[in-house]
Structures are given as C-alpha cells and as structure tokens.
C-alpha cells in the first residue's frame, strides 16, 4: 500500500472516505489516486481507459472510485460511467458499484458486488428506482433486465433502447417494477428480458400480468442464460434478434388472427370413428374426438343397452375404451360384450353358451385390446370418477369413455353438496375441460324429468332437451345430445327410436335410426324400412 508522503502526485482537496466514513481525512491527487490518513485506505490511479468518477458530493456512507473497463465482461469504461457503475475498495477488497437513484434522479444508494458474487447495499436503499432510471426520456423504448452488467451489455448494442435493470433481481420483479410504474407507462415500448432460468420465466409473466395490457413485450434469449452470457460468447445477434423478436404479451389463452394464420391451411388433426347406425351417422358425421355426448332416456327404456352396443362396436373398431357401469356389475357388462359377439343373450339366459365357448370368447375379445372398468361402484364421487378418467386416458390409452349414469355420482356426492343442479354444472364443466385436456369422447347418460302430459317416456312420450333431469348443462356444455325413445303407438314393442336433439359439429337434429332388440340375437340393430312410424 503506498503511503501518502511517497507520492509524488500533488495534493488536490479532501474527500470523503468511502471505506471509514470519514468526511475529510481522505486526500485525492492529481493523477486520480486516494489516500485516506484516517483508514489508510488506498484506491489506485485510474488507467488510460478509465473515466474519472463524478466529483459529487456523498452522504459519507457511498463509495468513491473509478471509471474503467470491466474486460472480463466486455464492458467498456464509458457505458459505465454513463450509468453509474465503478470500481472501488472497501475492506482492501475490489468491487464492483452500481449507484442506484430516486425517481428525482438523486443517487441515495450504492449496490456492491464482490469478486465472489455477494451483494449488499449501502446508503438507503427504500426509495431506489430501476438502475439506469436517469436515462430514460419522453417516449422512450425500454429493455428491461435482472442485473446491471446485462443492462450494460444491452446499451451499446441497442442504442435505440435503454437499457434498466432490477434492484433486487426476479424476486423482487413485479415490486420494483411497480415502483417505476409512472415512468414505465409513460414509455413507446417495454421489453423484459429477464433471465431465461424458470425464475426469470416466471417473473416476466408475473410483470406482464400487472402492467396495462398491449405495453409489454417479453423477450426470450435462446441459447444463453443472460444478456452478458451471450455478449462474453461473442454473440451479439442474438442480443439484438432477441429483443427485436420480442412479443407482446398476452393474457393466457388469447390469440387474434395471426395466430390463426399460421395454421388455418392446416388439415385437422380431429379424429372420428363411425357410428353403427347410418342414420346416426349421416346426422353427426361420426363420434368426433375431443367431445363431450349426453345420452338420455327415459326409464326402462334402453340407455344402457344403447350404451352396450356402443361399447361393443368402439372396441371392434380398435378403439380403447373406459367404462363406468354403475348400474351393473362389471361381469354383467362383459357378458353383455360377449354375448352380442355371440348374439346370444347369455347375459339373460347363461347356458345359451357354455363355458368354454365364454371363455375363448373373452380371449378372443380382450387378449390385444383390454377394456378398462371402473371397479369401486360404492364410492364413485366425482373427484374419483375425474381421476379414474385421467388415468385411464394417460396411463391406459383409453379414446373413449362411458359414464352410465350421472345420476348415480350426484347420488354418492349428494351429502356434500345437495343441490343436483350445483353438483351437475360441477360434474359437466369438468367433464367438458378433461374432454379438451385429454382428446378423448365422454359420452354421459342421464336420466330425465317425467314429461308434462299423461304419457311418460316409458310410455312412448318423445324426448325434450329441457328433460334432462337435474340441470341444463347437461345439454348446454355437451357438443351432441342423443336420446332414444319408444314407439308411442306401441309402447310395449322393442322397437326404439335415435333422435339427435343437439348437434354442435353440423347443426343438423332431427329423428335418426329406427332400432329394434332381438331377443334371440341380445342385438339392438337398425330396422330397414322405409316405413318409419313414429
């Protein structure tokens, strides 16, 4: 360390001393060194490079230092006097110093950065605004980033901008940004480009969402963690692409047109598989993944059997299907399988078949392509019918789900919450979100209110959207409602008729197929006559 009477530089005035305090027993000279008598503090000369640091008046806590280039960085000695940030010692250590101001413009306090990347503060540091604030003009264009060396990185690349950073990095993002709001509104343009960790991610969303909308812009560094990173690397392209590719930010699940652009000559991706009834199917245009199908009925009147045959023929079609049969055992639902590949209604009469016959049956069935069943009929809340339907989409690879009935889950959940109409907006909302989240087709059976009139629908009364028991989200969040009816003029027959009573893929409604159950087949085939009574 040189003593004062060794220099042979003359004696300009007494300054503050930033290492002890003192506010006299530092002395600066003439080749820009210091010497403090009080601490013995000594800061070197500054090089040819080097600016000299303002010669502004300190509270006595804030340190005094030099102008110089930080090479290991790429930083040059007059973007850091342009911001504020200096070399200087405290402790006999070396650091780096970023002055931070008020929103008058007033430096009130200092942020250190040491060799071994610690920081504190000095000064006060309640009232700072963003580092580099005193740049900023009318109208300005801004960049945004976590640190002061990647503000001073961005700066003289993009001279168009200017370049601020946070006080307290993305932890403290939205607080500080909060803190300049006046001047941040006031601005042409403002990027973040913060970080591209997670937390850097995080944080230029969580900004975003608190500043107006259509005045941010987020921009993403690829390739590099930070601006410097990528100034040090050599890469100032992608500093400059970066920011110039910056998107505005949008709320999440906002688009316009452009967006659309970019795939609306693209063919879709949506996938159906056909009905087994041609009428059903001109109708529909098939069961469209992702979808959500309401399947009404009237007591005794065929939805399950309706639901069966659907089941049977999605899995001939190489479908994976997830059944909730909640108004019969999982083995009366197999049989039912078996016996229409059979068509043989061993599923009412046991022995029409023998056991070898149902066993290789099965095999012959399942072996390639497995049903999956929910098994716990005493518990099917629906937290537990939602998972189950998770798990059998992602784990079990299940297209399509069958959820016979609804009533029964509103049953199990009604202790909780007795309101049906809560319980079923409940039930339908989140079978209309896992529907999209999964792509997969849920079909729904309910039940249905007993019509006005002196016929029921067991007796032959035709099926009303407004009858779906319990809520109208049954038919308002469904993309088809489909219900099956019997033969007014002959209620007792086993003849049934489809009717599509909603149909968001094409709009057209209207009767369908004209089904009959074969008692010797156990089969609910079409009828084909053009005669169709009813």
């Keep these: 360390m040189q003593e004062e009477g060794e220099s042979k530089a003359a004696f300009v005035r007494h300054i503050p001393c930033g290492e002890c305090g003192s506010k006299d027993n530092n002395a600066l000279y003439d080749d820009g060194h210091s010497y403090c008598f009080g601490c013995n503090n ?20 804030l340190l005094v230092g030099e102008y110089r280039p930080i090479s290991k960085r790429k930083i040059d000695a007059t973007t850091a006097r342009k911001y504020g940030y200096h070399i200087a010692q405290i402790n006999g250590q070396t650091v780096q110093v970023a002055n931070y101001r008020n929103a008058k413009g007033q430096v009130v306090a200092q942020k250190i950065r040491t060799k071994d990347k610690k920081f504190k503060w000095l000064g006060d540091p309640k009232d700072v605004v963003l580092f580099g604030s005193h740049l900023l003009q009318a109208n300005s264009k801004v960049v945004i980033t976590e640190g002061e060396i990647d503000a001073l990185s961005v700066n003289p690349l993009m001279k168009i901008y200017t370049a601020l950073s946070l006080p307290n990095g993305a932890a403290a993002a939205k607080k500080s940004i909060l803190k300049s709001w006046d001047a941040l509104v006031a601005c042409r343009e403002v990027i973040l480009m913060f970080d591209s960790d997670e937390k850097g991610v995080e944080a230029a969303e969580d900004v975003a969402a608190a500043m107006p909308l259509g005045s941010i812009k987020i921009a993403k560094l690829v390739g590099y963690k930070d601006a410097n990173e990528a100034l040090v690397a050599g890469d100032t392209k992608a500093i400059v692409d970066c920011i110039f590719s910056a998107k505005e930010w949008r709320p999440q699940g906002i688009v316009d047109t452009d967006d659309i652009r970019k795939i609306i000559s693209q063919r879709s991706t949506v996938t159906s598989t056909p009905y087994p009834y041609p009428q059903l199917q001109e109708i529909t245009k098939g069961i469209q993944k992702p979808s959500l199908i309401t399947v009404g009925a009237g007591s005794g009147v065929g939805k399950t059997t309706l639901m069966s045959e659907l089941v049977y023929h999605l899995h001939q079609a190489g479908e994976t299907v997830g059944v909730f049969s909640l108004e019969e055992t999982n083995v009366q639902h197999i049989q039912g399988l078996i016996g229409r590949h059979l068509e043989l209604p061993i599923r009412i009469d046991e022995y029409l078949a023998t056991e070898q016959q149902i066993e290789d049956t099965h095999d012959a069935l399942f072996n390639t392509n497995k049903l999956v069943m929910f098994s716990d009929r005493e518990s099917p809340t629906p937290d537990r019918i939602f998972s189950h339907i998770q798990y059998m989409a992602l784990a079990r690879g299940c297209t399509h789900i069958i959820l016979d009935h609804i009533s029964l889950v509103v049953s199990t959940a009604a202790n909780e919450t007795p ?28 039940h249905l209110k007993r019509p006005q009139g002196a016929l029921g629908h067991e007796d032959g009364a035709p099926m009303r959207l407004s009858e779906l028991r319990g809520s109208h989200s049954l038919a308002q969040l469904a993309d088809t409602v489909l219900g099956i009816q019997k033969d007014p003029e002959d209620s007792h027959s086993d003849r049934r008729q489809l009717v599509v009573l909603k149909n968001r893929f094409t709009g057209q409604t209207g009767l369908a197929d004209e089904l009959e159950y074969n008692r010797t087949t156990g089969r609910l085939t079409k009828v084909f006559t053009d005669d169709i009574p009813f």
């Design 419 to 446: 309101n049906e109409r809560v319980l079923i907006d409940h039930l339908m909302t989140e079978l209309r979100s896992l529907c999209q989240q999964l792509k997969i087709c849920i079909f729904v059976v309910s």
């Design 42 to 61: 000594h800061v070197q000369q500054p090089s040819e490079n080097s600016v000299e640091a303002p010669k502004q008046k300190t509270n006595g806590q």
